[in-house]
């Protein structure tokens, strides 16, 4: 019996050193079959990539041009394993910022080889951009975040807005370091919870990538995209692309749009099927259960094989 099930691909953050040998597909990522697909992940980032996932150094692998490559590949493999283990029928693929890309590479949008070479060129246009700030805001109203981000923007004249829409109690602003600080002042003044920075200097999703755009859309015309054979939600607007142009113009702003993932959250949950987070950590399981989805799994998870086989029953 397939196992018919929405498939979600984690972004960058969810990586960390291991990701093989933890997420148990250090044997797929040294069978002959995808080895040359590891080689030329390593010449593209020119270090070895096993290396480099299982023992770092971390300052490395975090690195925007090199994480973008190697966590698109490591998404890749987690579903090449997926669906050689189980009899999977997917009704949908979506994924969290750069997971987008592992979804369209699912959905035969595109070859993984030019999935590689987009993210890498991706990584490197945002380390171009201007430095900037991130920050989580926890336990504030979206409307109330996006108020105090246009009052920061505009009163301030400093860049800040909201970058990843991820739970309803949980937003992730973007921008100058000011407008950034400024802005989580603010947030907690208006009864924040919590206002977070994280540990980056690249401002993701927001006005700071739109200067990247033009270079961005030359890379992405040199790619010879399809329609997705299963629906792919785009993080932009949470649907689907109806041509070619629109999917890449869609990739396009996704660089300084903000990801609507309480959006896409709601259409997963209107399929009423299980839902499959396929990548290394479960940094994406725990925006479902915040975002109202109970059914989902990880093929992260040391159990998940005998969970899902055990749900397929």
């Known amino acids: 019996m397939p196992c018919s099930a929405a498939i979600v691909f984690p ?85 969290h910022s750069l997971g987008e890309y592992s979804a369209l590479i699912a959905a035969n949008s595109l070859t993984i080889e030019d999935g590689l070479n987009l993210v890498r060129a991706r990584g490197l246009l945002m380390e171009e951009a201007d430095n900037g700030s991130m920050a989580a805001i926890l336990g504030l109203e979206l409307s109330v975040i996006q108020e105090v981000c246009q009052e920061v923007s505009g009163k301030h004249s400093f860049e800040v807005q909201c970058a990843n829409i991820n739970t309803p109690t949980q937003t992730v602003i973007s921008g100058t370091e000011e407008g950034v600080q400024i802005a989580q002042e603010l947030c907690i003044n208006k009864g924040a919870k919590r206002a977070i920075r994280l540990n980056v200097s690249i401002a993701s999703h927001s006005s700071l990538m739109k200067p990247l755009k033009d270079k961005f859309s030359e890379v992405i015309s040199s790619i010879n995209f399809k329609l997705p054979s299963t629906a792919v939600l785009h993080n932009v607007t949470s649907g689907e692309s109806s041509n070619i142009d629109e999917l890449k113009e869609l990739l396009a702003k996704q660089l300084y749009s903000p990801v609507q993932w309480v959006q896409t959250c709601q259409k997963i949950l209107e399929l009423k099927a299980p839902v499959i987070e396929c990548g290394p950590g479960k940094v994406i399981a725990g925006l479902l259960k915040a975002n109202g989805l109970n059914d989902y799994f990880s093929t992260s998870d040391v159990n998940f094989y005998e969970k899902i086989l055990e749900h397929v029953k």
């Open 11 to 95: 972004g960058q953050g969810s990586q960390h050193l291991n990701m093989l040998s933890q997420g148990s597909i250090l044997d797929i990522a040294q069978s002959s079959e995808y080895s040359q697909l590891v080689e030329y992940c390593s010449n593209l980032v020119s270090l070895d990539f096993f290396k480099l996932v299982e023992t770092g150094p971390g300052e490395l692998l975090n690195r925007t041009s090199i994480t973008q490559p190697v966590l698109l590949l490591i998404s890749y493999l987690h579903y090449q394993r997926l669906i050689e283990k189980i009899n999977l029928d997917p009704i949908l693929f979506a994924g």
